[in-house]
């Protein structure tokens, strides 16, 4: 996420006023030291007011052993709309900063109440009493 110095990625989706989006995105963090900066590569991730940030440490890392790292963010939309955004706070001399792929979206509807109400209770059980007595006329 990083060239001449940091830089950012984002992207516009259609979302659904108060359903739960959680992102999930493979982060790791350029495995050089050659080119300058630190072993803690940070990103920042945000959408619809929420943000969040992310560190990786490069420590005994490889090119062909960059320690990719699932991470997670979620945010609930507040609209039709969200723009996600992943923005390097990596500050260094080149090309060094954080890393990322496997960018994965999932809507999460709102939650529905677990415990039945009172009236759904009260049908249940006129329901299950007449069964009980469809079987006794029936034997």
């Known amino acids: 996420m990083n060239g001449s110095g940091p830089g950012a990625i984002s992207q516009t989706f259609d979302t659904i006023a108060g359903f739960t989006y959680t992102v999930t995105f493979a982060m790791a963090g350029n495995p050089f030291p050659d080119f300058g900066g630190g072993p803690i590569k940070t990103m920042s991730v945000s959408a619809d ?8 440490d ?11 790292t699932d ?5 609930v939309a507040d609209d039709s709309s969200a723009t996600l955004t992943f923005t390097s706070l990596t500050i260094d001399t080149c090309c060094t900063g954080p890393a990322l792929d496997n960018v994965r979206v999932l809507a999460t509807p709102p939650d529905t109440p677990a415990v039945p ?3 759904t209770i009260a ?9 009980a007595g469809a079987r006794r006329l029936a034997a």
């Open 58 to 68: 490069r420590t005994g890392r490889s090119p062909t052993d960059m320690g990719w």
């Open 117 to 119: 109400e009172p009236a």
């Open 71 to 75: 991470m997670v963010f979620s945010f």
């Open 123 to 131: 049908i249940i059980a006129v329901g299950l009493l007449g069964l």
């Open 49 to 56: 007011g929420d943000s969040d940030v992310y560190n990786f």
